[in-house]
């Protein structure tokens, strides 16, 4: 069973930087997609950023330019620096791993149970 944990949430003030950590376990961490969500109370989960096993990345337009994923996967983690944090920017990020579908099984998706990401003064 594939665990997602996620750590470095909290309140920071606006203008400010929090690095957010998803480390999995198991064996789908190699082999998957690792993205990051965030989701507000009452709105559709957006996509911040995704970086596939090979290392091609993509980022959600509201937070392009400011954050960066990466993953290390001799520690089966991946990562997420935010800088210049806006009140808007607060959430619950959740991690993502995604492995696609293959010749004979089928696609898999597993999350994490969130961290808490507050920007206020």
């Known amino acids: 069973q594939v665990q997602l944990v996620e750590s470095g949430g909290g309140l920071v003030q606006p203008g400010g930087s929090l690095r957010l950590s998803c480390a999995a376990s198991g064996t789908i961490f190699s082999i998957a997609t690792m993205r990051w969500y965030r989701q507000v109370p009452g709105i559709q989960r957006e996509l911040v950023a995704g970086i596939t096993k090979g290392g091609t990345i993509t980022y959600g337009r509201s937070v392009k330019g400011r954050v960066t994923i990466s993953r290390d996967n001799a520690k089966n983690t991946v990562y997420l620096q935010m800088n210049s944090l806006q009140p808007e920017d607060t959430a619950v990020y959740y991690c993502?791993?995604?492995?696609?579908?293959?010749?004979?099984?089928?696609?898999?998706?597993?999350w994490g149970q969130g961290t808490q990401v507050t920007v206020s003064s």
């Open positions: 993502n791993a995604f492995r696609p579908p293959g010749v004979v099984t089928a696609s898999v998706e597993y």
